[in-house]
């Protein structure tokens, strides 16, 4: 089985920065494509950012500019760093990996999601 655990999510202030973290663990033997998805209450879950195994990214509208996506395959984390948040940046955010395990399945895991909150 493969966890997946965010950490970093919080209280901040409109124009404050966060910066979220995402370990992967369990029997991994590679990872694909990483992302972050948000959710706010009553709304569906949408993508902020991902990023591929070799660093390419791609971001929602509402994110580029202001939001960075990276990844340390070395320690199976991904990262996003958020600066200039706003108060509809408020939701919790999950984070998304494509892993191959050593049986030889590729599945999507999810974590258990980190709340952010901007307000100030």
């Known amino acids: 089985q493969v966890q997946l655990v965010e950490s970093g999510g919080g209280l901040v202030q409109p124009g404050g920065s966060l910066r979220l973290s995402c370990a992967a663990s369990g029997s991994i033997f590679r990872i694909y494509n990483m992302g972050w998805y948000r959710q706010a209450p009553g709304k569906q879950r949408e993508l902020v950012a991902d990023?591929?195994?070799?660093?390419?990214?791609n971001y929602a509208d509402s994110a580029k500019g202001r939001f960075t996506i990276s990844r340390d395959n070395g320690k199976n984390t991904v990262y996003l760093r958020m600066n200039s948040l706003k108060p509809e940046d408020t939701a919790v955010y999950y984070c998304?990996?494509?892993?191959?395990?050593?049986?030889?399945?590729?599945?999507?895991?999810w974590g258990q999601g980190t709340q952010v909150t901007v307000s100030s």
């Open positions: 990023i591929s195994e070799f660093g390419t990214t």
């Open positions: 998304n990996g494509a892993i191959n395990t050593y049986d030889g399945k590729l599945r999507d895991y």
